[in-house]
């Protein structure tokens, strides 16, 4: 069951992170959305190890961005 949520945040966290890298393209501003999206896969994927759930984590980011890329690239065709 905890598997399952840090696999869903961590998901979710892929989602965001494409999302904020497709609106900072598109708006050209990039001061310091680098250093935000960085701590939020480092924060999801750090709560992740320390329970013991590293793998779900990393499998539920990589899913997430991966999805959420290849909606994005259709959409912005």
């Known amino acids: 069951m905890t598997a399952m949520l840090f696999g869903l945040s961590a998901a979710a966290a892929g989602v965001a992170e494409v ?7 598109r708006t050209g501003r990039n001061s310091l959305s680098w250093l935000g999206r960085l701590l939020m896969v480092v924060v999801v994927l750090l ?3 320390t ?3 590293l793998l779900s ?4 980011w ?16």
Do not use: C, E, I, Q
């Open 57 to 60: 984590g990393a499998l539920g």
């Open 62 to 77: 990589a899913l997430g961005f991966g999805v959420a890329v290849a909606v994005t690239s259709r959409r912005y065709r």
């Open 51 to 53: 329970s013991g759930h």
């Open 47 to 49: 709560l992740a190890a």
């Open 19 to 25: 999302w904020l890298l497709a609106r900072s393209l």
